[in-house]
């Protein structure tokens, strides 16, 4: 059964901090890895998606990297800013038809003016 | 386009009641899912839809639960006799079987059963 652990769960950092959130899983048979964004009360936001013939995805100041042998992937994020604090969701595809998401719990993310 | 809608945004109802949630996903996306998340969790899978049919549920949907997708346009979520532990933010998304991997997410229903 794949599971997909997040660490660590809650993060406050000052505004100007470059950061990493870390992410586990522990079945290699996966299509791709996705980090989202979620607002408190709100839906989700798609971040980046690495297939999992790739290494790394960067959009802006976010890059995330993929290593899947060891099942584990990293977003990092450089130059944080307030409007960054947020619950960032990693999720892996399982290499089945139905193209669900499996998701960890979630790092919630402060960042201090 | 407006995204995947979902509806109502908020549900409190009282436990041993019935409650329903409908889903409108982007226009002529023929996948629709639903997740569920509880307080400082992740969202977890419950079922999908290709079109119309129902290709697979999830544990986690007991038979209190049951979702349709008439038409293969929006879909419901239904929940019979409540329980506390019901108490969740219920996710829609949806895609496009050519580009799976391109799920769309509602904003949610977020239910609470007193």
């Known amino acids: 059964k794949q599971e997909v652990t997040q660490i660590p769960a809650a993060l406050s950092v000052p505004e100007g901090e470059n950061l990493v959130l870390n992410c586990s899983f522990t079945?290699?048979?996966?299509?791709?890895l996705q980090w989202f964004r979620q607002d408190p009360g709100k839906g989700l936001t798609s971040l980046l998606l690495?297939?999992?013939?790739?290494r790394e995805q960067t959009s802006g100041r976010l890059n995330a990297s993929l290593d899947k042998s060891s099942g584990r992937s990293t977003l990092y994020i450089a130059a944080s800013q307030p409007g960054d604090s947020a619950t960032y969701l990693c999720?892996?595809?399982?290499?089945?038809?139905?193209?669900?998401?499996?998701f960890g719990s979630g790092t919630r993310l402060l960042v201090r003016p | 386009d407006t995204g995947v809608s979902q509806d109502p945004r908020h549900k409190i109802t009282k436990r041993g009641q019935n409650v329903t949630f409908r889903c409108d996903p982007i226009?002529?996306?023929?996948?629709l899912y639903w997740y569920r998340q509880t307080l400082g969790q992740g969202p977890e899978f419950l079922t999908y839809?290709?079109?119309?049919?129902?290709?697979?549920k999830s544990r986690l949907l007991s038979d209190r639960f049951s979702a349709e997708r008439p038409k293969g346009s929006f879909s419901t979520l239904e929940i019979q006799r409540t329980e506390q532990g019901d108490s969740a933010m219920y996710l829609c998304?949806?895609?496009?079987?050519?580009?799976?991997?391109?799920?769309?997410f509602g904003p949610g229903t977020r239910l609470t059963v007193t």
């Open positions: 998304a949806s895609s496009l079987w050519t580009a799976p991997y391109e799920q769309y």
């Open positions: 079945d290699s048979a996966i299509y791709n």
């Open positions: 999720a892996v595809r399982r290499m089945d038809s139905s193209y669900k998401l499996i």
């Open positions: 690495i297939q999992s013939s790739q």
């Open positions: 839809f290709q079109n119309e049919a129902q290709l697979e």
């Open positions: 226009s002529e996306h023929n996948r």
